[in-house]
Structures are given as C-alpha cells and as structure tokens.
C-alpha cells in the first residue's frame, strides 16, 4: 500500500468511525431485535436454557416445569414478571394475565406435581400450545417477530401456517404502503417532467429564479408544509373556497383525512427529489441531437419522443427511485392529512417504537421494509448497467 493510499486512508477514517458508531452500529442493533429474544431469556435464564433442550412434543417434563415455577416466583418479586409476560402476550393473547394469575397462586401444593398444580390454577398450562409459545420465546434467536410481520405464526407442531384473519394485517398494510407510494411516484413524473424540461431549457436569467422556487421547498420542514396542505385543504380551505367560487363544485369536496389529501401532500412534498436529477440529466443533452432529427425530417413530437426522452430515462428512473424509496418511510404527511385507512408502515413502526415498546416487531417491520428498499436499489443498478449495455 502506497504512502497516499494510506494518508487517503488516515484521513477519511474519523468519518468512517463517525458513521459506524452513530449510524452503522444503531441501525444494526436495532434490526437484530427482529431475529433474537432478549426477554424471557434475562428474566428466567434457566427456564430458557431448559426449554431450549426440550423437543417441543407434547408437555414439558416435571424438572422443567419445576424451573419454571421457581422463576415464575422470583420474577415476580424481583418485578421483572411484567416484561416477559408482555412479551408472551404478543405469542398468545391472554397469557399476561394467565402469568399474573399464577405468580399470585403461588406457592403450589407439594403433594401434585408441578405441572398439576398448574393445572389446577389453569387448565392452559396442559396445552401445548403455551408451553410452545415459552419454548418459542426462550431464543436466543427467532423468527416470531418476522414472521408477524408476514402475517406468518409458528403453530405448536412446529408448522408455519396463516394467523388468523382478523390478525392479518401487515400484508395488506405493505401492500398500502407500496400502492401509496407508486401513485406518489407516477404523480411526481407527470408533474415533474414538464418542470424539468422547463428549467433545462429556459435561458438562464429565467430558469434559476424558477430553480429557487423549486428549492423554496427544502427550505421550509415537511411538518410546516404538511400542516399548511391540512389548511388548504379542509372543507373551508382555500381549495374549497376557490372551487366553489369558480361554479365547479356544489359543495365543499372531502380533501383532508383521505387517500386523495395524501396523494396530494406527499407529491408536493416529493416532486423536487425528482426535478432535481432529471433536470441535471436533461442539461448534459446537447441539443444538437433535436437539430439534428428535425433536419432529418422527424417532426418535432416524433424528435422529441424518439430522440429527446430515451436520453432521459436515466434521470426519469432515478429520480422515480428516489421519490419511491422516500415515500415508503413517510409518516408525518400520511398521519395529519390521512384518514384511518391512508396509514403507512412507517406509522406502525412509530406505535410499536413509541407506544406499546415492541421494539422486536418494530424492527421486523423496519428489516422487511429495508429488504424491499434494497431489492428495489438492486434491480434499479441491474436495469441501468443492462441499459448501457444496449446503449454500446
């Protein structure tokens, strides 16, 4: 390695520790919560350890549920039983309350064993399907949380099935958040195209005030501009007031806390991550090639179509990108301009995060949402370089 290799190295290496300490690290650590249980293994070490060895066939043995019971018991004096049961509450509805019941029953009667005792307590504790949930959570690691995410469960044999459909909502809720951001993007090219052109084309006395109007908007939060949209668009906002004004309307239109006010929020929001890279594409376009079509006889549409907008593809693809993959973490816009049915992902994350501290299916939802961002990134690098090699 050369003198410069290393002074290049040396001197971009305190940037590099800055990113993996403040960004690189959290990140990681916050994902691995999607696949590893950190719970019922710190409050009841051994009762994991056990259940790790257990097969999983039908009920416990009695050394098992012996362990278990002694750390039921010293969780719940220790104050560390209200942690684990949460957790267990998300396997199995009821069994915060089923832990609670039993940690206040105890001690149990010596003359049965441990497991008839319990059963005395709750019928529960001779399904498997409570034992399984135990076993499943004891880690140190595991797929409940992604497959929750997938709307996916393990059952008490072992198998992967379908939770039932009243619980199934993240799938749907994926599928919400990709169709939003889609129509998002489709809005922001129509929109976007015609600007850019604009600006590329313009002398540059008149395009870079307009290019400042473009930028106004990175000047200003997206909470401002979200709020200002949620005053202009309710039934007494200027949209309305305009409209009826104007005879096109009869009534005020329902814009706010639906699909259409998000649709319209977000696209303004985003509509300058795409003029900007397209704009930039359509600069580097010598306008000899126009020219040259229209001397060849192509009209100006059939040039423009032809000749103009395959050179801008790149920046069309790019600039679609990078709208889609910012409209699929959105949360503030969605949350104050939508209704109950307009919530993306990224509003779950948040009430998983904040609200209910179930940071292990937090970080599911977020590890599956990153996978589909970086497929997206992926098949994008793979379109373009097959692109410039047609191109050749």
Known sequence: MSRRTITSVLLIAPLGIFLLVNFLAPIALMLSRAVTERELPEAWPATAEAMRHWDGNGLPDDDIVATFVQELA??????????????????????????FNTARALPLPREQSPLQALA???????????????????????????LAALDRR??????????????????????????ISAVVTVLCVLLGYPVAYLLATLPDRLANPLLILVLLPFWTSVLVRTAAWMVLLQEQGAINGALLASGLVDGPLQLIYNRTGVYIAMTHVLLPYFVLPLRGVMKSIPPATMRAALSLGATPMRAFWKVYVPQTLPGVTAGALIVFILALGYYITP?????????????FIAFYTSQSLNWGMAAALSLVLLVATLALVTLYGRTAGLRQLALR
């Open 154 to 179: 393990v059952s008490a044999d072992g198998e992967i099935v379908r939770v039932p459909d009243e619980q199934a909502v993240f799938i749907d809720l994926f599928l919400r958040t990709f169709q």
């Open 74 to 99: 010293a969780s719940r004096a220790s104050g560390s039983l209200g942690v684990v049961a949460n957790r267990l509450n998300h396997s199995i509805p009821g069994m915060r309350t089923l832990l």
């Open 335 to 347: 949350a104050l301009v939508g209704g109950a049915d307009d919530q993306m992902i990224s509003y």
């Open 120 to 146: 005395a307590v709750d019928e529960r504790w001779t399904q498997q399907e409570t034992w399984a949930a135990i076993r499943q959570a004891a880690g140190p690691f595991t797929s409940f949380y992604l």
